[in-house]
């Protein structure tokens, strides 16, 4: 990603509770570049993952239809 992570504006779920177990995601970069950053809500400066916007909506689509055990 050649954009720095700190001038995105980053969003978590709303399921995510205040447990610390959270991912976050920058949706206006995605729009932009078709390219949707990830990174653990806990580790602001740390690294980025950049996942093409197909690949993560087939992605958000499994887990809302339960392809993913909870176990």
Known sequence: ???DPQTLTWFKSSYSGNGGSCVEWAPMQAT???IVP???SKAPNGPVLSVPSRSF????AGVKGG????T
């Open 67 to 70: 392809a993913f055990s909870a």
């Open 57 to 60: 909506a087939e992605f958000i």
């Open 38 to 40: 990830v990174r653990d």
């Open 32 to 34: 932009v570049t078709g």
């Open 1 to 3: 990603m050649t954009t």
